[in-house]
């Protein structure tokens, strides 16, 4: 059971990834290099459009329904390194503008 997880997971983590690049970090690093500064409104849709982008429930850290293989540990911290980054780099731009 778990070589098959262990082969599935890639393409779920580099869909997850593509994704969340190109709906939610594009538009964030977008708004960081514009010149006039994004409205508040703005950030908090890219705040929004983070926090509520869908993990897949095997890489979800928070239900890992037992499953903690050393590969699924791995693809679960870059999820989440992931959505960390996406909020700290809208969010400090927004604030390092006002």
Not at 21 to 37: D, G, H, R, S
Not at 78 to 84: E, P
């Amino acid at each position: 059971m778990a070589r098959c997880l262990h082969s599935l997971t890639p393409f779920a983590d580099h869909e997850w990834k593509n994704s969340f690049f190109i709906q939610c970090l594009t538009p964030i690093l977008e708004a960081m290099i514009v010149v006039k500064p994004p409205e508040y409104a703005h950030i908090i849709a890219l705040d929004h459009a983070v926090r509520d982008f869908n993990i897949p429930p095997l890489l979800d850290g928070h239900n890992s329904d037992g499953l903690n293989t050393r590969f699924l540990v791995m693809q679960r911290a870059l999820v989440t390194t992931s959505r960390d980054i996406g909020s700290i780099f809208h969010w400090s731009t927004y604030y390092l503008d006002h």
